[in-house]
C-alpha cells in the first residue's frame, strides 16, 4: 500500500521559517505531479504550491516570493521550504501525490504549521 508521509511542521513566530517534507513509500508507479496543499480552521483546503515530474513549479499568489516547493525523483520526495511566515500561513498542510498515468492521487495525513508569537 502506497504511503505519503510529511515531516516538519511545527510552531514559529511571524517572519521565521519550516521546511516541510514529504517522502513516498511502497508505490509501484512513477510519480507525476508532487503538490502542497493547506486547509485553515473553517476554510476550504487549497493548492498551495505544485510541481511537476520535469521540475515545472507553480504557486498560489498568497505564498510566491516566500515559499519554494522541490523534489527529488532519487528519493521520492517533495520539500516545501517556507520563509517569511505569516500568521495566516496556519493550517495543516497536506502531500499529495500524482500517479504519472494520472489515473489516481495519494494524500499523506498532514502536518500542522502555526505562525505566533
Known amino acids: 500500500q502506497v504511503q505519503v508521509m510529511e515531516s516538519g511542521g511545527g510552531l514559529v513566530q511571524p517572519g521565521g521559517s519550516l521546511r516541510l517534507s514529504c517522502v513516498v513509500s511502497k508505490n509501484t508507479f512513477n510519480l507525476g505531479d508532487m503538490a502542497w496543499y493547506r486547509q485553515a480552521p473553517g476554510s476550504r483546503r487549497e493548492t498551495v504550491a505544485v510541481?511537476?515530474?520535469?521540475?515545472?513549479?507553480s504557486y498560489v499568489n498568497s505564498v510566491k516570493g516566500r515559499f519554494t516547493i522541490s523534489r527529488d525523483n532519487a528519493k521520492n520526495s517533495v520539500y516545501l521550504q517556507m520563509d517569511s511566515l505569516k500568521p495566516e500561513d496556519t493550517a495543516v498542510y497536506y502531500c499529495n501525490v500524482l500517479q504519472e498515468d494520472r489515473l489516481r492521487d495519494y494524500w499523506g495525513q498532514g502536518t500542522q504549521v502555526t505562525v505566533s508569537s
Open positions: 510541481i511537476t515530474a520535469r521540475g515545472t513549479t
